[in-house]
C-alpha cells in the first residue's frame, strides 16, 4: 500500500465548477499536512497547509480528519488558472528530521 | 532573495555512464533533500543532507549518492545510469527546525538516459 492515496484524475470541469480531491494516508505518526499544486514541467509549490479545524485560502477550502487518515481540498468557482497537478503531502516527523511524502498527484483540467 | 537553483536544466545521458547534478539552496538555509520524479508520479524522496552529512535515506540503490558542501549546495550523483533512472531530479531545501516543514523547491534537472 502506498504511503499517501490519491484520486487518480484527470479532473476535467468546466470554468466556475466546483470539484474536491481526496487523499489518505497511511502512517498514523504523520504529524503535518499539505497540497502542492505543480504546473506541467515546473516544480512543486505549497499550495496551502491543512489543518484538523479545516482551513481556507480564498477559493480552496482543506480539510483533515486524523482518525479516518484523510485529506481533502475543495475548489470553488474553478479558473483556468487552476489547471495543475495537486499533489497531497505529509510530512513524518521521526528521528528528528521533517521528511515529506507526496502523493502521486491528482491532475485537474479547468475548460472554458 | 535568491530561491533554489539547480543545474543543468536538461541532460542526456547514454545508459551506464554516470551523472552528476547540482543544487543551491535557498538563502538561509541549511538543509538539502532530493527527490526522483518520475513521468505520472509524485516526487519520490531520494536523501536529505545537513552539516554535509547525509542523514535520511529513501528506498534508492547505492548508485545514488550525494554530497554537501560547507555552503550548504550539493551534489547528487549517480553511477551506472539505467533507463528508468529517466526522470525529473528536483532539489529542495530547508531550514533545520522541528518546525520547519516547509521546503522549497528547485526547477529541476530533467534527466534522459538513452
Known amino acids: 500500500r502506498k504511503e499517501v492515496e490519491q484520486d487518480p484524475g484527470p479532473f476535467n470541469v468546466p470554468e466556475g465548477a466546483t470539484v474536491a480531491f481526496n487523499c489518505t494516508y497511511s502512517n498514523s505518526a504523520s504529524q503535518s499536512f499539505f497540497w502542492y499544486r505543480q504546473d506541467c514541467r515546473k516544480e512543486p509549490k505549497l499550495l496551502m497547509s491543512v489543518y484538523s479545524s479545516g482551513n481556507e485560502d480564498g477559493r480552496f477550502t482543506a480539510q483533515l480528519n486524523r482518525a479516518s487518515q484523510y485529506i481533502s481540498l475543495l475548489i470553488r468557482d474553478s479558473k483556468l488558472s487552476d489547471s495543475a497537478t495537486y499533489l497531497c503531502v505529509v510530512n513524518l516527523f521521526s528521528g528528528g528530521y521533517n521528511k515529506l511524502i507526496f502523493g502521486a498527484g491528482t491532475r485537474l483540467a479547468v475548460h472554458p | 532573495d535568491a530561491g533554489v537553483t539547480q543545474s543543468p536544466t536538461h541532460l542526456i545521458k547514454t545508459r551506464g555512464q554516470q551523472v552528476t547534478l547540482r543544487c543551491s539552496p535557498k538563502?538561509?538555509?541549511?538543509?538539502v533533500s532530493w527527490y526522483q520524479q518520475a513521468l505520472g508520479q509524485g516526487p519520490q524522496f531520494i536523501f536529505q543532507?545537513?552539516?554535509?552529512?547525509?542523514?535520511q535515506r529513501g528506498n534508492f540503490p547505492d548508485r545514488f549518492s550525494g554530497h554537501q558542501f560547507p555552503n550548504y549546495s550539493s551534489e547528487l550523483n549517480v553511477n551506472a545510469l539505467l533507463l528508468g533512472d529517466s526522470a525529473l531530479y528536483l532539489c529542495?531545501?530547508?531550514?533545520?527546525?522541528?518546525?520547519?516543514?516547509?521546503?522549497?523547491f528547485g526547477p529541476g534537472t530533467r534527466l534522459t538516459v538513452t
Open positions: 543532507y545537513y552539516e554535509e552529512e547525509e542523514r
Open positions: 529542495a531545501s530547508s531550514h533545520d527546525s522541528p518546525l520547519a516543514y516547509e521546503q522549497y
Open positions: 538563502s538561509g538555509h541549511d538543509t
